[in-house]
């Protein structure tokens, strides 16, 4: 028996989602981070709980893998509430930051001289 139905309630994946399998928007990748944003003034859509444990474990940011990790989901799911609550504006993502194919010599060397200092 699986957590869910310990508790007395279980959810399918495609009920959270209202029967989408693709998120709107390609933004989300495994490290995009995300973080919950004041409600809109106007009092915007009113969350789902889903929608709402998103937002309380956005509170700092966090990456959407470790968010499909804590909702117990899997990250297409989570990707597409996520969409849900973008268009809302409801959270803020911040991609990635690009990784620069050029070795940063400086930290190389500072590397080095640490592992020669053990």
Do not use: N, W, Y
């Not at 474990?57 to 990250?75: F, G, I, S, W």
């Not at 959270?91 to 194919?101: E, G, H």
């Amino acid at each position: 028996m699986s957590e869910g139905d310990k508790a007395g309630r279980l959810v399918r994946p495609f009920a959270l989602t209202g029967g989408r399998t693709r998120p709107d928007r390609t933004d989300f990748t495994l490290i995009t981070s995300v973080t919950a944003v004041d409600p809109p003034p106007t009092g915007g859509i009113r969350p789902q709980p889903e929608h709402a444990r998103i937002l309380r474990l956005c509170a700092e940011p966090v990456v959407v893998a470790e968010l499909a990790t804590r909702l117990d989901l899997p990250v297409s799911v989570v990707a597409i509430m996520l969409c849900d609550l973008l268009e809302a504006g409801r959270i803020a993502i911040r991609p990635p930051r690009p990784v620069s194919r050029v070795p940063d010599l400086d930290l190389l060397q500072k590397v080095r001289d640490g592992l020669g200092r053990l």
